[in-house]
């Protein structure tokens, strides 16, 4: 069974930063993709970020050059470290991946992130 689970959200100012990791087992990890996505009060679920098998990455128009993916396969962990948040980046972050050896995908549960003064 492959399990993600997410930490890092909370609250932060403008202007502010948070990393935000999931954790994952059950999956190979270093042969899947592994990914961010969000959803925001009243809005679909969007792509934050993507990082595949071979360390590269993809980004959202809205963060790139504010947010950074990547994974530390020996302890398979992702991570996504968020600077200059603002308001707009409000939403509940979810970690997703893409098992290469279940050929299925896989959610986290959610962490919310709130960027308020």
């Known amino acids: 069974q492959v399990q993600l689970v997410e930490s890092g959200g909370g609250l932060v100012q403008p202007g502010g930063s948070l990393r935000l990791s999931c954790a994952a087992s059950?999956?190979?990890?270093?042969?899947?993709?592994m990914g961010w996505y969000r959803r925001a009060p009243g809005r679909q679920r969007e792509l934050v970020a993507l990082?595949?098998?071979?360390?590269?990455?993809h980004y959202a128009d809205a963060v790139k050059g504010r947010f950074t993916i990547s994974k530390d396969n020996t302890i398979n962990t992702m991570y996504l470290q968020m600077d200059r948040l603002g308001p707009w980046d409000t939403a509940v972050y979810y970690c997703?991946?893409?098992?290469?050896?279940?050929?299925?995908?896989?959610w986290g549960q959610g962490t919310q992130v709130t960027v308020s003064s």
């Open positions: 997703y991946l893409n098992s290469l050896i279940r050929a299925s995908d896989y």
């Open positions: 059950g999956s190979g990890f270093s042969t899947d993709t």
């Open positions: 990082i595949y098998a071979s360390g590269g990455t």
